[in-house]
C-alpha cells in the first residue's frame, strides 16, 4: 500500500465515520449499532505486548470513567488477533493489576485501519499509528488526532477535547486555546454590520466587535 492510496482514505472531519463490522474482545460489533445515539472515541495502537502500548491502555482504563459519564463510549483497535487481545489484557491485569473495561478490535485484514487511515507507511506498513477518532452521536467525525508509534497520547486532552465538543454543542459558542471547563468560552462573531453594532452593548466581555467572551 502506497502513500497515495493511504492519502486518499484519511477521513475529514465532519464526514460520516466509517461503518464496518467486526470481531472483539466483547463479541462481534457492527460499529453503526455499538455506538448509537451516544458520543463513541475509537483509537488505534500499534501492537500489543508493547511497552508504550500498555501505558496508554491503563492511562484509557483509568480515563474510562470519566468518559463514561460524559455518555462516550470508548473502542481499540490494533492490527492483531483477538486471542493476542485477550492474552495481552490478561497480562496487563495479571502483572500490572489494571483491568481494561474497553473492548478491542481484531484487524487482521487491516480492513478498519484502511477506512480510517491509521495506516501510515513512513511509520509503518503492517502497524497501526496512534490515531484518535472523536465520533458524535450523530456519527460524524469531530476530530481526528495522529500521534508517531514512539510517543503515548496525553488522556487529558483527550477528556478536554470531549469536554470542549458538548460544551459548544449545548450552548452554541466555541472555546479559547487552553480551554478548560469553567473557564469563559468564545462568542460566535457577528455576521453583519448591525449585529456587530449591537455586540459591543450586549453585556459580554469584549476586546473588540469580534472578540467577546462570556462565562455560562
Keep these: 500500500m502506497d502513500e ?9 472531519i465532519g464526514e460520516k465515520a466509517p461503518d464496518f463490522e467486526a470481531v472483539t474482545t466483547d463479541g462481534v460489533i457492527k460499529f453503526s449499532d455499538w455506538a448509537k445515539d451516544s458520543w463513541a472515541i475509537l483509537f488505534s495502537h500499534p501492537a500489543d505486548f508493547t511497552p ?17 459519564e460524559r455518555g462516550v463510549k470508548l473502542i ?14 490478561r497480562t496487563i491485569k495479571e502483572k500490572l493489576g ?10 487482521l485484514s487491516m480492513n478498519v485501519a484502511t477506512k ?15 490515531a484518535v477518532f472523536f465520533i458524535d452521536p450523530e456519527f460524524k467525525l ?20 470531549i469536554d470542549a465538543f458538548q460544551t459548544s454543542d449545548k ?17 460566535p462573531p457577528p455576521k453583519t454590520t448591525e449585529e456587530a453594532e449591537k455586540r459591543m452593548n450586549e453585556g459580554y466581555d469584549c476586546a473588540d466587535w469580534f472578540f467577546c467572551k462570556k462565562k455560562l
Aim: hydrophobic share 45%.
Design 76 to 89: 481499540g483497535l490494533s492490527i492483531d488477533s483477538i486471542y493476542s487481545h485477550i492474552s495481552w489484557l
Design 116 to 130: 480510517y487511515g491509521m495506516i501510515h507507511p513512513a511509520q509503518s506498513g503492517t502497524a497501526a499509528v496512534r
Design 52 to 68: 508504550v502500548c500498555t501505558t496508554e491502555f491503563m492511562a484509557f482504563a483509568d480515563i474510562y470513567p470519566q468518559l463514561k
Design 4 to 12: 497515495q492510496k493511504v492519502e486518499k482514505r484519511m477521513l475529514l
Design 171 to 187: 450552548y452554541k459558542v466555541a472555546t479559547p486555546a487552553n480551554w478548560q471547563p469553567g473557564d469563559d468560552v468564545i462568542v
Design 98 to 107: 489494571k483491568d481494561i473495561p474497553f473492548p478491542i478490535i481484531e484487524d
Design 142 to 161: 469531530r476530530a481526528l488526532i495522529y500521534y508517531p508509534l514512539s510517543n503515548g497520547r496525553n488522556m487529558a486532552e483527550i477528556v478536554r477535547v
